[in-house]
């Protein structure tokens, strides 16, 4: 059974900083991770999508990577905006042809 | 504009009452979902169609019964709602499993 989990779970940074959340998965057989954000009392916004061929995807200020070996994603946010508080959620599908499992999230705060 | 529509966003139940949650989608996706969001339980699936006419379960299926009326729409229905299925429920779609996910704004779910 995949399982995803998401460090740090809570974060606080002032505006500016360059940022790294990170996501591990015990089943490294996968096909993609997609990154996720989420809003409070929002639904899920999709960032990037990650093919296992790929070992990275780039979109303006985000960059996600991704190690299938060692069972790992980070999310890379630079110059940090307070419109970037959200919660971000990592989730790589489990092996075959299965949907989604997604981490707990981290919750971001960038304070002004 | 192209996406997931949820029906209805918020609705109240007395324990013992039933339901059926739409989702339905004009993006041409084959495959659809249906997950809970529970206070730090993070996103479950309760059930998926891989493709029109198919059906099967997730994580948490128990209490629930879906339907995939056609390509576009996949209902999700409490036969008698209990208190433990206070919840978000938000309904997704994808080309395919292993494709990207998008996803509805979400049904905010209180049974009493």
């Known amino acids: 059974k995949q399982e995803v989990t998401q460090i740090p779970a809570a974060l606080s940074v002032p505006e500016g900083e360059n940022l790294v959340l990170n996501c591990s998965f015990t089943?490294?057989?996968?096909?993609?991770l997609q990154w996720f954000r989420q809003d409070p009392g929002k639904g899920l916004t999709s960032l990037l999508l990650i093919q296992s061929s790929q070992r990275e995807q780039t979109s303006g200020r985000l960059n996600a990577s991704l190690d299938k070996s060692s069972g790992r994603s980070t999310l890379y946010i630079a110059a940090s905006q307070p419109g970037d508080s959200a919660t971000y959620l990592c989730a790589p599908p489990p092996t075959g042809n299965t949907p989604l499992v997604f981490g707990k999230g981290t919750r971001l705060s960038v304070i002004a | 504009n192209a996406g997931v529509t949820q029906t209805p966003k918020f609705q109240v139940l007395k324990t013992g009452q039933s339901m059926t949650l739409q989702c339905a989608q004009d993006m041409n996706h084959n495959s659809m979902y249906w997950y809970r969001q529970d206070p730090g339980m993070g996103l479950r699936l309760i059930y998926y169609?891989?493709?029109?006419?198919?059906?099967d379960k997730g994580e948490v299926p128990n209490g629930y019964n879906v339907s995939r009326l056609n390509k576009r729409e996949f209902s999700l229905r409490l036969e008698s709602a209990a208190p433990s299925q206070t919840s978000v429920y938000f309904c997704?779609?994808?080309?395919?499993?292993?494709?990207?996910?998008?996803f509805g704004s979400g049904t905010r779910l209180t049974v009493v």
């Open positions: 997704a779609s994808s080309e395919g499993t292993v494709k990207g996910y998008t």
């Open positions: 089943d490294s057989a996968i096909y993609n």
């Open positions: 169609s891989a493709s029109e006419g198919t059906t």
